[in-house]
């Protein structure tokens, strides 16, 4: 029954802002640590971002750095990216992900994932 719920994907010209959100049921995770992937057509799933469970520590891939902010609200067992100044390169399904590990950056330190939400930059 745990369950990690993507939202806030869609259609946007570069230059342009979007919020995802990744609310998660069926277990407590402000213990883990919270992770988004993406995977573009062809492509391996990349890391993007991650934050730990005290929301002190974060983490992001060189290619985001500057214009995506992880986040997150325990209250609400919701973690958040906030991506801005998009690009087509962004272009992409993205995941969000729990895991228990001292590892973020690769797929395996993640223990469940979300359906994905399609982002689209335009050029």
């Known amino acids: 029954q745990v369950q990690l719920v993507e939202s806030g994907g869609g259609l946007v010209q570069a230059g342009g802002s979007l919020r995802l959100s990744c609310a998660a049921s069926g277990g407590v995770f402000s213990s883990y640590t919270g992770g988004w992937f993406r995977q573009a057509p062809g492509k391996e799933r990349e890391f993007v971002a991650a934050i730990k469970w005290t929301g002190v520590n974060t983490y992001y891939a060189d290619s985001v750095k500057g214009r995506f902010t992880i986040s997150r609200d325990i209250a609400r067992n919701t973690v958040y990216l906030q991506m801005n100044n998009l690009k087509p390169d962004d272009t992409a399904v993205y995941y969000c992900?729990?895991?228990?590990?001292?590892?973020?950056?690769?797929?395996?330190?993640?223990?469940?994932w979300g359906q994905g939400t399609q982002v689209t930059v335009s050029s």
């Open positions: 992900a729990a895991g228990y590990s001292r590892i973020y950056y690769t797929t395996t330190a993640y223990d469940y």
